[in-house]
Every structure is written in C-alpha cells, then in structure tokens.
Nanobody, 121 residues
Framework: QVQSVESGGGLVQAGGSLRLSCATS??????RGWFRQAPGKEREFVAS????????NYADSVKGRFTISRDNAKNTVYLQMNSLKPEDTAVYYC????????????????WGQGTQVTVSS
C-alpha cells in the first residue's frame, strides 16, 4: 500500500521561503511530483523529479524559485520554495508518477492529503 504524507506548509510573507517534504511508503521506484491547487482553480503541475534525481521539470511559473529534490534512502521528496509570491498560495500535493504526460494530473497517483501554503503580501 502506497501512502504519501506531505508536511512543511505554513504562512509566510512574500519573498520568504518554505521547504515542503513528502514521505512515501511502498512503491517509490518512479518519478515523483508536486502539484498545487488554489481555491476555485484546478490542480496544476509544479515540479517533478526522476527516480535517479538526474532529471527535473518545473512549471514556468516557479522556474528559478523552486527546487525539487529527493532522498531515496528516506523515500522522501522535497520542494524548496524561495522568493514566494502571494499567487503561490495553494494546497500543495505530492504524487507518484504512473504514466503519461508528466504535467497532467491523470498521469499521477498515490496522492497525499496536501499541505497548505499561504503567502501574505
């Protein structure tokens, strides 16, 4: 049984930083990703990382500000978020890649419960 648990969210001022963590039990021999969902909006792709960590992808809106990484020994993936903006406010979810186009929600499974990130202006 694969389970993901996110942590690290919180309230931060614009320009600040947060580091999200996602611990996953079970199947982890796959790419891992982060998505986010703001109120009234669809869930959107944020970043993904391959099993080896050698390949990463980012949404244009977070490039240069967010960094995804993973520690396979701990079955954990991280999202370092710097220079946060109010528009980054959302619930952030981690997931395991199951196949298909990386940026599509349907290509991912084993979602966590999410962690709230709120950026004040």
């Amino acid at each position: 049984q694969v389970q993901s648990v996110e942590s690290g969210g919180g309230l931060v001022q614009a320009g600040g930083s947060l580091r999200l963590s996602c611990a996953t039990s079970g199947r982890t021999f796959s790419s891992r990703g982060w998505f986010r969902q703001a109120p009234g909006k669809e869930r959107e792709f944020v970043a993904s990382i391959s099993w080896s960590g050698g390949s990463t992808n980012y949404a244009d809106s977070v490039k240069g500000r967010f960094t995804i990484s993973r520690d396979n020994a701990k079955n954990t993936v991280y999202l370092q978020m710097n220079s946060l903006k109010p528009e980054d406010t959302a619930v952030y979810y981690c997931a395991v890649y199951t196949g298909g186009e990386h940026t599509l929600v349907n290509s991912w499974g084993y979602w966590g419960q999410g962690t709230q990130v709120t950026v004040s202006s």
